[in-house]
């Protein structure tokens, strides 16, 4: 029974995956594009500055893919295989929570899981570390920057499984609707602890060396010798549209994926439990 | 608050133990997925100093709330 939910995870996981691709194409790919523009006036700026100065230009890099292979065929296969890892991950944990989580239908167990999915695995690491669109993020700190993000998304993971074993636990003694209240503000303030421990990304030391103190690597206004903005901070509107529509794409793909496999488990499980009862 | 009918609910357990390679086998390769997809070439890197993979998916790298450069 268990191959067979995974094989459903995957396939579900696909499809969900294919959705929320279509969804970047037609609402993404044009940010991502004003993004890209920004970043190359804004050297074009810089190279302007440069040569003022007398600084010698840096040599142009050569890029790997089009913008036209990274905007269609990158995105659409980064996205399709994330729903199909997504999708793996989610059919290990439903198999697991069956019959493990009190009396709960497989539909709703299919979208509660997909909950929990977007929970600990996007939104809460996203409060702390949200999504950027290019020429946002330093190259030299990506390590820092990965690692930190691995363990938002590590951390949440912990303390909402933990939130699960707690509410359980809780259950018999309060009652299901506040052993639930008292797990989650557990897993809230929790998250919000490890929120308030890591470090902003604009205080990473290599940050604070070359742009004094700022809270985030956004880029702020380009200013000559004399201190005339010759080239403006990042547009505020064009983020805010990226990271909502990063929202956006996530809650699809995790949407769609607890919507396709509850009925196709829940086929599963009838036919498993029938098999059981003739056998 | 309607109490739900045990054969519409999810009373069946499976043993986990002898399900245990399954599970674990597709975690791993989720694992493995999700890391070429968001995190190889940039922070660390399997293949050396090689960029295809990140260039490839940059996009949905970006979208999918991984840091990029």
């Keep these: 029974m268990e191959k067979k939910l995974v094989l459903w995870g995957l396939v579900s996981g696909a499809l969900a995956g294919l959705l929320a691709f279509v969804f970047a194409r037609i609402f993404a790919e044009p940010q991502i594009q004003a993004a890209i523009d920004y970043e190359t006036g804004r050297d074009a700026a810089q190279e302007a500055l440069n040569q003022a100065a007398g600084i010698a230009p840096e040599p142009a890099e050569s890029e790997l893919f089009s913008r036209a292979i990274q905007a269609n065929l990158g995105i659409g296969l980064g996205m399709v295989l994330f729903g199909v890892a997504m999708g793996a991950l989610f059919a290990v944990v439903y198999t697991v929570c069956l019959g493990r989580v009190g009396t709960v239908r497989p539909r709703t167990l299919a979208m509660l899981v997909a909950g929990a999915g977007l929970l600990a695995i996007y939104l809460t690491p996203f409060v702390k570390y949200p999504a950027n669109p290019p020429s946002i993020g330093h190259p030299d700190t990506i390590g820092d920057r990965g690692g930190l993000y691995l363990i938002m998304v590590l951390g949440s993971i912990v303390f909402l499984v933990a939130a699960v074993w707690l509410g359980r636990r809780l259950a018999p003694n309060l009652g299901n609707w506040n052993a639930s209240l008292v797990a989650g503000a557990a897993f809230v303030v929790a998250s919000g602890i490890l929120m308030a421990i890591l470090p902003p990304l604009g205080h990473l030391s290599a940050n604070v060396a070359e742009y004094g103190m700022q809270n985030t690597e956004t880029p702020q206004p380009l200013t000559d010798p004399a201190g005339h903005i010759v080239f403006p901070g990042f547009p505020a509107d064009s983020l805010f549209e990226f990271r909502l529509y990063s929202v956006g794409a996530q809650i699809i793909l995790w949407g769609a994926l607890g919507l396709v496999f509850g009925p196709l488990a829940e086929r599963v499980l009838r036919r498993g439990r029938a098999l059981a009862a003739t056998g | ?69």
């Design chain 2, 1 to 69: 608050m309607t109490a739900i009918p045990a054969d519409s609910s999810t009373p069946v357990v499976l043993p986990v133990s002898k399900a245990v390679l399954w599970l674990a086998g597709t975690t791993v390769l989720a694992l493995i997925l999700y890391y070429f997809i968001g995190i190889d070439q940039g922070a660390t890197s399997v293949f050396g100093n090689d960029m295809h993979v990140h260039e490839f998916v940059h996009d949905a790298r970006h979208f999918l709330g991984f840091p990029c450069h």
